[in-house]
């Protein structure tokens, strides 16, 4: 079966996520599960309660 | 140390100061910002990064499918890199359309890499494509999407469409669409290059310089890295070496290539596993090493892989290692002008550790011809079947008259912390007759010889049955007329 998208496979057009240059400034994001279960969420601080 | 290195890319030429060590994959995308060479694996097993590689040989441009992530920018010392860029032409070639046409793509971030291996089989091929040389091409290659068959069918559809083309030159391919137009001036304009960074091929060339370490940029000392293939060391140290100086060793072609004087064959350090198993000398000592070989990483590494590279990285499960101690082979060190000559059996001392001092280089093997035919087979048990390491491999050279055996050495790895010399099995079986009760009688002294630990390759019981399962391989492999494998069904 043809793909309408082989044409850019073949000629390594094909736009993948690491082939796409990195806007300046650029924020990254990391994903990770709470330690606690039910709690209020404080802005910003990493130094936590008693830093 | 760094000079600049000047090279063709695609159709431009090239001069860059980017260190030597960085690989050409990394200078690709991220300098060049010619993202069609993909990053899969980044260590030589998927095929996404491959590229072609062209160099005058003599008169004759020659290219290589290379991996490009385990390939250090310094070899493109005037060379020709070709990558998908610079393939493409207004109309597909007949490799891109096959591929098109047969639906031989899904996300299609293999498909470079597969028209990339394609374009580099038809460029080396010396005689009229097949299927068979297909398949062996895209064994360098990896897709998770098709599995394959439409790959297969636009591939056998380019033997049909190709096949029996006549000469099989560079103007054949340009004329058939294969390669663009700017590729006809590609010879001369590869002869004006400048002899690049003559500095840098002196330093790897030049074997009277002693220093292990490098002088220090900004303070700190840098690790100088002595590279052949590289094909392991970018695997384990990627990341040093991209900031590391870097000796590139395929500057020095003394190092290269096999020579015989009756007595002995000479194998440069250099000799890649491809031209060692291509080798006259070689294939008469090791009838079925086409073969085996085979079963010892992918085509297109062994065309960069070399023999001392496997030596030297020491790996207790180092395939041409094993193959060279069932042989008995010497090394040739030099540092400056000092050259010494050891035997490989005794040079590894520990894990990863040799008996090469900082400052030597492995310029040559030299294995004996032996005075009468000797047996030769070798081993390998992988859960791959290809391009995977072993769990544990073994070689044996044997001499016999009638079933008696007169002269024997075993190998193994994967069964200590350095390849191994089985000593005192070998020993025990000088005398013996190729029966089951003799090789039996060697299980509990092969046993006592060895001494694995169970890892990602298999559990330590598990590697000491292979060892007793492939001793046997061996002899029933070997003297089908004495021994059979149901000879040993029923013993411990």
Known sequence: ?51 | MTGQIHFILNERTVCTSQPPGITVLDYLRSWERLTGTKEGCKEGGCGACTVLLGELQGSKLVYKTVLSCLLPLGELSGKHLVTIEGLNKEQLSPIQQALVDYGATQCGFCTPGIVMSLTGYLLASEKDIDEAGIKTALNNNLCRCTGYAAIKLAGSALVQSLGNGGVRNLENWIDKGILPEYFRDIPSRLRQLPRTAKRLAEGAASLTSSRSLSESENGKVLPEFIIAGGTDLYVQQGDILAESTVRLLNQSPQMKGITTDGDFIHIGALTTFAEFANHPAIIKLIPHIQEYIRRIASWSIRQRATVGGNIISASPIGDISVLLLALNADLVLQAGDNVRKVPLRGFFRGYKKTGKEPAEILTEIVVSTPASAIKFNSEKVSKRQYLDCAAVNSAIAIRCTGDTILEISISMGGVAPIPLFLKQTSNYLIGNQVTQEAIAGAFPILQGEISPIGDIHGSASYKRLLARQLLIAHFTKLFPGFIAVKDFYETN
Do not use: N
Not at chain 1, 5 to 20: F, L
Not at chain 1, 33 to 45: P, Q
């Open chain 1, 1 to 51: 079966m043809k793909r309408i998208d082989a044409i850019y496979h073949v000629r390594g057009k094909a736009e993948y996520v690491d082939d796409m240059p990195l806007p300046a400034e650029m924020l990254y994001a990391a994903v990770f599960a709470s330690t606690v279960a039910r709690g209020k969420i404080w802005h910003g601080s990493k130094t936590g309660i008693f830093g």
